[in-house]
C-alpha cells in the first residue's frame, strides 16, 4: 500500500535538520557526538538490553536540542535540561546543519549564552565557533519565519488576530512528550505562546492544511460574536436593574422610614398601614402638615419684623440726620470745605430737606427758624475777623458737643429694636432651613415611591422598556447576521471539499494499514480531527494523534499543504502504546516517507530488521560512551549544595 499526496509539488521538506554536532566547548576541535540524519524516517533507539533499561540515555534530550537549533523559545521548558548541561559542560554547544526552503545554515548555540548564538550559510560549525564567518544568525530567524510561516495563505489567525509565527508551526511539529499525545492540539506543557489557546490551534492546522485561505468571514464572525456577546451582557445587566434598583429603593426607603428592609412595600389589605408605602404616605401628609405650619410662623415672624421696622423707621432717619449734621460741623471745624458742600447734598442733611413739609410748625422746611438755624454753617476760612471766627469756631464744637449727646441717646433707644431684628431674620433663616429639610424629605419619599412604582412597572411589562427593547432588537438582528455569516463559512467550506477527500482518504488507509482497524476519517471540524475504528480506547487516542500527524507530514508535500515536511515525535510507544501498534504506524511512514519530508522518532524498544537502515543513533547506559552527551548528564550527579 502506498500513500503518496496528490498534485506533489516539492521534492524536499521545506525544513530539515541533515547533521546534529555536540561540542564539550567552542574550542573542541571535534565533536563529542556526530549524529547524521536523513530526509524520510529517523529512528534514535535506546533497545533495552543486558545492563540497560533503555532508559535515560538522552532521546528526550537530543529531540529537545534538535529544537533548539530549529529556533524554539520553549526547547528546555518544563525539563532540568539546560541546567544540567550548564552544569556538566558550562562550555557545551550544539550545532547542526539545517536546510530551509533547499538553503543550507550551519547553526551553533551555546547552551549558556544567548549572545553568541551564531548562524551562517556555507559555513562549517568550526568557522562558526572560531568567528571566521560572520554571523548571519538574525537572518537565519528572519529566513526561518519567511520561508515557514510567511508563506501561509493567511498570516493571522482569525478571532485573535495573532500573528502566526514559525514556533507555533514548529510546536505541532514538535509535540511535547509530556503532552503525550493525547489530545491532537495539545502541543506543549508550557503553552504554545496563542492567545487564543482553546481555538487557535485547530484554526492553524487549518491554514497550513488549505483548509481555510480567506479567514475574512472567520474575522467577521468573531467580530459579531464579539459584539453579540458584549450586546448580551449589557441586556442581562439592564434586566437585572429594575429588580436591583428596587430592592435600592426598598433599602432607602426602610432607612428613612426606620423599619426592618423586610417589611412588604404594599399593604396586604385597605386597613393595613404597616406596609412601606402606607408609612412613606404617612410621612408625606405629615410634612406637608408641617411646611404648612412652617410658612405660618414664617409670615408671623415677617409680619413682625416690618412692624419692628416701622417703629425703628422714625429713630433711624433721626440718627442719620444727627450722622450726617455731626459730620457737616467736624468737616467745618477742621477748614474742609469740599467736604461740607459734600455733606449738605446727602439726603439725610437738613439742607436737602428745606422744600418738605414741617408737620410740627405746618409749614415748609425751609420757613422753620429752627431748622434754618441748624443749617447756618458758615466756612470759617471765609470769615475774616478773628474774634468772630473764633466765636464761631466754639459755637460749633458747643453744638459738635450736643449732637453728639443726642446721637448716643438715639443709639440707646435703637437697640432694642436692633436686637430684635437680629433675632427675627435669624428665626427666619431658621424656618427656611427646615422648609428645605421638609421639603427634601417629602420629595425623597415621594421619588422613592414614583421610582418603585416605575420599576414594578417594568418587570410586569419589560417590553414596554424602550431602551431593552431596542437592544433585544439588535440582539435578534446581531443573531441573524451571525447565522447568515456562519451560513457563508460553511459555502465556503465546499470549495475545499477535494481537498478534505484527499485527506480523508490519506487517513484511512493509514488506519487500514494498521492491525486491528477497518476505516480512518479526517473531519477539520471535529476534535480531534483524526478517527480511526472501530476499535477505541486510550491507547487508540495516542494512535489517532500520531496516524494524524503522519497524514500531514506525508501529504505536506501536496500544492496545497504549507507544512514544514518536518516531524518529530519523542518515544510515542512510552505513551501507552503497545509496540505492534507503533512499528505498524513506522513501516507506514518507512514505505511512504520520500525525501520530501522528514520524520525523526525516539523509542526505546527493539528495532525489527527491516528498520535497520533507518536508524541513525543507538544510545545505551551499559558503558559512558553510550550516553548522548558520552557520560551521564542529570541532576543525580551533581554533589548536595551544603
Not at 185 to 194: A, K, Q
Not at 215 to 239: P, V
Not at 623 to 638: N, Q
Request: aromatic fraction near 6%; charge should be negative.
Amino acid at each position: 500500500m502506498t500513500i503518496a499526496a496528490k498534485e506533489a509539488g516539492r521534492t524536499q521538506p521545506r525544513v530539515w535538520v541533515e547533521t546534529l554536532w555536540l561540542l564539550e566547548s567552542l574550542e573542541s576541535a571535534t565533536p563529542l557526538r556526530e549524529i547524521t540524519l536523513q530526509r524520510g524516517l529517523n529512528l534514535i533507539l535506546s533497545e533495552p538490553m543486558e545492563g540497560s533499561p533503555g532508559h535515560g540515555v538522552g532521546k528526550t534530550a537530543c529531540c529537545q536540542l534538535l529544537r533548539f537549533v530549529l529556533e524554539d523559545p520553549q526547547w528546555a521548558a518544563g525539563t532540568p535540561l539546560r541546567d544540567e548541561l550548564c552544569y556538566a559542560m558550562p562550555n557545551g554547544a550544539v550545532a547542526a546543519l539545517v536546510h530551509v526552503d533547499g538553503e543550507a545554515w550551519t547553526v551553533l548555540k551555546p547552551w549558556q549564552h544567548q549572545k553568541r548564538y551564531r548562524a551562517a550559510r556555507g559555513a562549517t560549525w568550526q568557522q562558526l565557533a572560531t568567528n571566521e564567518v560572520n554571523n548571519e544568525h538574525d537572518a537565519y530567524l528572519r529566513t526561518l519565519d519567511e520561508k515557514l510561516a510567511n508563506i501561509l495563505p493567511v498570516r493571522n489567525l482569525p478571532g485573535s488576530n495573532q500573528a502566526i509565527q514559525w514556533q507555533h508551526l514548529l510546536a505541532w511539529c514538535s509535540r511535547d512528550q509530556g503532552s503525550r499525545y493525547q489530545s491532537y492540539y495539545h502541543w506543549r506543557i508550557e503553552g504554545t505562546g496563542f492567545s487564543l489557546p482553546a481555538q487557535s490551534p485547530a484554526l492553524l492546522v487549518k491554514i497550513v492544511l488549505g483548509l481555510l485561505t480567506d479567514a475574512s468571514l472567520h474575522n467577521e464572525l468573531k467580530s459579531k460574536e464579539t459584539s453579540l456577546g458584549q450586546l448580551r451582557t449589557r441586556i442581562a445587566s439592564l434586566e437585572r436593574r429594575p429588580a436591583d434598583l428596587l430592592a435600592h429603593v426598598k433599602h432607602q426607603l426602610a432607612t428613612v422610614l426606620g423599619v426592618e428592609e423586610s417589611s412588604p412595600f404594599r399593604a396586604a389589605s385597605l386597613f393595613d398601614e404597616t406596609s412601606l408605602h402606607g408609612l412613606a404616605r404617612q410621612q408625606i401628609e405629615q410634612c406637608a402638615e408641617e411646611l404648612q405650619q412652617n410658612r405660618q410662623r414664617r409670615d408671623h415672624l415677617e409680619q413682625e419684623r416690618l412692624a419692628v421696622l416701622e417703629q425703628q423707621a422714625p429713630l433711624r432717619q433721626q440718627q442719620k440726620a444727627l450722622q450726617n449734621r455731626i459730620a457737616q460741623l467736624q468737616a467745618a471745624i477742621s477748614g474742609n470745605n469740599t467736604e461740607v458742600e459734600r455733606l449738605k447734598k446727602e439726603p439725610e442733611a437738613l439742607q436737602e430737606k428745606l422744600p418738605l413739609l414741617c408737620v410740627p410748625g405746618n409749614r415748609l422746611m425751609r420757613d422753620c427758624d429752627y431748622v434754618r438755624e441748624r443749617i447756618d454753617v458758615v466756612q470759617l476760612s471765609s470769615i475774616r475777623d478773628t474774634r468772630e471766627r473764633q466765636r464761631k469756631n466754639e459755637e460749633y464744637q458747643s453744638e459738635l458737643r450736643q449732637q453728639k449727646q443726642f446721637l448716643g441717646e438715639l443709639e440707646q433707644k435703637l437697640s432694642p429694636f436692633d436686637a430684635r431684628i437680629v433675632s427675627l431674620t435669624s428665626s427666619l433663616d431658621d424656618n427656611k432651613n427646615q422648609e428645605i429639610t421638609i421639603l427634601g424629605r417629602k420629595k425623597n419619599l415621594e421619588t422613592a415611591i414614583a421610582e418603585y412604582d416605575d420599576y414594578e412597572g417594568i418587570i410586569a411589562n419589560p417590553s414596554d422598556w424602550q431602551e431593552l427593547t431596542a437592544l433585544k432588537n439588535d440582539e435578534v438582528t446581531l443573531d441573524n447576521e451571525i447565522g447568515q455569516i456562519t451560513l457563508a463559512i460553511h459555502h465556503q467550506q465546499s470549495q475545499y471539499a477535494e481537498r478534505k477527500q484527499a485527506l480523508r482518504d490519506a487517513a484511512d488507509s493509514i488506519a487500514r494499514s494498521i492491525p486491528g482497524f477497518t476505516w480512518g476519517n479526517f473531519d477539520c471540524d471535529k476534535t480531534p480531527p483524526f478517527h480511526m475504528g472501530p476499535m477505541h480506547s486510550t491507547t487508540y487516542g495516542v494512535l489517532e494523534t500520531l496516524a494524524g500527524d503522519l497524514v500531514c507530514l506525508l501529504d505536506s508535500s501536496h500544492s496545497e499543504s504549507s507544512h514544514p515536511g518536518f516531524l518529530l515525535h519523542d518515544s510515542p510507544r512510552e505513551a501507552e502504546m503497545s509496540e505492534v501498534l507503533l512499528w505498524s504506524l513506522l513501516k507506514i511512514a518507512k514505505d511512504n516517507a520520500s525525501t520530501a519530508c522528514q520524520y525523526v522518532v525516539t523509542t526505546s524498544t527493539e528495532a525489527p530488521p527491516a528498520f535497520e537502515g533507518f536508524v541513525r543513533v543507538r544510545l545505551h547506559s551499559r558503558a559512558e560512551d553510550g550516553f548522548l552527551f558520552k557520560k551521564r548528564i542529570g541532576m543525580e550527579v551533581r554533589p548536595l549544595d551544603m
